[in-house]
């Protein structure tokens, strides 16, 4: 097993100035800049081991919550990624609400795009089964056929050859929800031979938690490869305080020599599209089929008979209760006066019922609901953050608070996950120590990931470096008012070029693709940089 160790921890500056290396190699300017960083914190760029930025970053390039939080470096592909986009599959929605022009092919294609747009941050992809399968099988309930599967691992074995960092799975979401764990196994062993990383929203992350971390073990030792577990959690309040169970199951795959790790956010809610309240039958077939159910009283009394029947195998509704189901985002030419209530407190001022609300609200928004679903407790989040093998993700997208990117109250994450660890968790509670803190964000995200000479201070290795105030860092992102940036992070450095300046982006976008394991592309140079 890989040992996951504190390397290199980060500094406190007792000498006056720290200078930024650059060079023509990095897209850099050929001047030296130099930085104060007396009484600071200077250490390696924070590495988002789950992003969601995939489709935000094209854009907006700046990335300005997730950079000014920090953040250097971000993989993504949990559930989907524009690195796997074709004609048929391809983000319509996202391409016509952002503007953008889908002009790439391949894995590799989007890589370079993204490159050659210019951005910010660091980025590169898993290849999830999500889109295998729809790929391949369209939102089908079903096992694929021996020809299909062979479809599904031709597909994830050229991702990984143009780059992806391994196989993803979220699987609560269709039509991952409807694949076998010998689906999966077989799809992580491609990975395998690429040298990647398997990484899983587990099959239940509440009243079924160590059954479905059980599965990901599963798969990991069966297909040869390491085992990341997306956001680590406890999200049913029956469940809570069952976090040292959890670490006892993980630990002991551990001590068998498989190489298993999580990350986490550091909030005690969780976000997702308000669909994913309903049953996996109710989904199947995509989105449309999903309407034509929600509109069929019979099939509505259905999906609550099974929803408070506890079949499924996640519970979003029972885990956070129609009390704690807070709405998100609706599309913009919907109803805004719901965004930031809650499911009952929406019930309430219609005068309906929680059910009839839920399925009305899903119906009226023609199923693009987000939602935030508060359902973890404080206590079992301090607890995952002080297992050393668990990391940081932020589990969101870069935005900004104006323009199309800053509609709706999303998740806090967007602005303040890495900045609310520093502050609130280190500074404030004193769970973890400064340097452990950092180690978890840097050098052990880059180790989970493979990722080639990031997240460690180190001569030769790429010059992604945050300075901050220990004493001043913090999130100020809410909740109820989230598009906020956070304080205390002062100077952000992405491949030698300072992106973030006295808390402010310059403007650069010094970005690179990060390549996985697999690829013989990782240390060709930027087409460009601005």
């Known amino acids: 097993m890989e040992p996951v160790v504190p390397r290199d921890p980060p500094t406190l500056a007792s000498k006056p100035t720290v200078s930024s290396p650059s060079g023509p190699w990095m897209g850099a300017p050929e001047k030296r800049s130099t930085l104060d960083a007396t009484g600071r914190v200077v250490a390696p760029g924070f590495i988002d081991v789950q992003g ?10 700046n990335g300005q919550s997730h950079v000014r939080q920090g953040i250097t470096s971000e993989v993504i592909g949990e559930g989907g990624t524009p690195a796997l986009w074709t004609k048929d599959t391809a983000d319509e929605v996202s391409i016509k609400r952002y503007g953008l022009t889908f002009d790439w092919t391949g894995f590799d294609g989007y890589l370079r795009a993204l490159e050659k747009k210019g951005t910010s941050l660091n980025l590169g992809s898993f290849a999830p089964v999500a889109v295998l399968r729809e790929q391949v099988l369209g939102m089908a309930d079903r096992a694929p056929t021996p020809d299909e599967l062979k479809k599904e691992e031709d597909i994830l074995e050229g991702a990984m050859q143009q780059g992806a960092f391994g196989f993803a799975s979220a699987l609560i979401y269709p039509p991952a929800l409807y694949t076998t764990t010998d689906e999966l196994i077989a799809l992580a062993k491609v990975a395998a031979k690429y040298g990647g990383v398997y990484i899983s929203h587990v099959r239940g992350e509440s009243f079924r938690v160590k059954d479905a971390i059980g599965e990901a073990i599963q798969i990991g030792e069966r297909a040869g ?8 959690k406890i999200g049913a309040k029956s469940n809570w305080g069952h976090m040292a169970e959890i670490r006892q199951l993980v630990e002991q795959a551990r001590a068998r020599g498989l ?31 999903m309407l034509e159910r929600l509109r069929d009283p019979a099939l509505r ?7 408070e029947a506890n079949t499924e195998v996640e519970n979003l509704l029972a885990g956070a209760t129609f009390d704690g189901v807070q709405i998100a985002s609706v599309p913009p030419d919907k109803d805004q006066s719901i965004v930031g209530k809650r499911l009952s407190q929406i019930a309430r001022s219609r005068g309906q019922d929680n059910w009839d609300t839920l399925f009305a609200i899903l119906t009226e928004n023609e199923g693009r609901v987000g939602a935030l679903y508060h359902m973890m407790s404080e206590d079992d989040v301090k607890a995952a953050m002080q297992f050393p093998w668990v990391s940081v993700g932020t589990d969101s997208s870069a935005i900004k608070p104006d323009g199309e990117l800053g509609r709706g109250q999303p998740h806090p994450r967007s602005y303040g ?10 500074r404030g509670e004193h769970v973890l120590p400064l340097p452990e803190a950092i180690r978890k964000m840097t050098s052990l995200a880059a180790a989970q990931l493979k990722i080639a000479e990031r997240g460690t201070l180190k001569e030769g290795y790429f010059a992604d470096i945050v300075v901050f105030d220990p004493a001043k860092v913090a999130d100020t992102a809410t909740f109820e ?50």
């Open 259 to 289: 190489n298993v790790t999580a990350c986490q956010y550091p909030y005690t809610a969780g976000g997702t599209g308000l669909q994913a309240t309903l049953p996996g039958w109710a989904q199947e077939g995509g989105r449309e089929k």
């Open 225 to 232: 490869l390491p085992v990341v577990i997306y956001h680590l």
């Open 301 to 307: 009394a259905r999906m609550r008979q099974d929803i």
């Open 417 to 426: 996950t890495f900045p609310r660890i520093l502050g609130h968790y280190v």
């Open 52 to 61: 969601q930025s995939g489709v935000t970053l094209l854009a907006d390039g």
């Open 481 to 530: 008012n989230p598009h906020q940036y956070p304080v205390g992070i002062e100077t952000v450095i992405v491949n030698g070029v300072i992106t973030v300046r006295n808390g402010q982006h310059t403007g650069a976008r010094a970005g690179r693709a990060l390549w996985g394991p697999g690829s013989n592309q990782r240390y060709q140079p930027a087409q460009t940089g601005e």
